[in-house]
């Protein structure tokens, strides 16, 4: 399995960005499809975001699409999520998961990491 870390979560007011990141260990990271997750209080965990192997794939939910930016470094075994024109709507908190497959998709993710906090204030 990959172990997984994000950061980058805080609190911004409404309108401002915010870039998550996710530092990945373990097995081969460039072998995973990647996605964001985030749980606000009293709901289900949603589906936010996810990306191909090469990055030459993304699928966004419809709430954060032309807002949020979903990347990832091979390289540097890093997940990003760059997240513009916040809403108080987008207060969760969000995780990193990774999907042991070649097909971006949004569900059966195996690896979750901890999850990061971010507050959107308005």
């Known amino acids: 399995q990959v172990q997984l870390v994000e950061s980058g979560g805080g609190l911004v007011q409404a309108g401002g960005s915010l870039k998550l990141s996710c530092a990945a260990s373990?097995?081969?990271?460039?072998?995973?499809?990647m996605g964001w997750f985030r749980q606000a209080p009293g709901k289900e965990r949603e589906f936010v975001a996810a990306i191909s192997w090469s990055g030459g794939r993304t699928v966004y939910a419809d709430s954060v699409k032309g807002r949020f930016t979903i990347s990832r470094d091979n390289a540097k075994n890093y997940l990003y999520l760059q997240m513009n024109s916040l809403k108080p709507e987008d207060t969760a908190v969000y995780y990193c998961?990774?999907?042991?497959?070649?097909?971006?998709?949004?569900?059966?993710?195996?690896?979750w990491g901890q999850g990061t906090q971010v507050t959107v204030s308005s």
């Open positions: 998961a990774a999907r042991d497959s070649a097909i971006v998709a949004r569900t059966n993710f195996g690896s």
């Open positions: 373990g097995r081969t990271f460039s072998r995973y499809v």
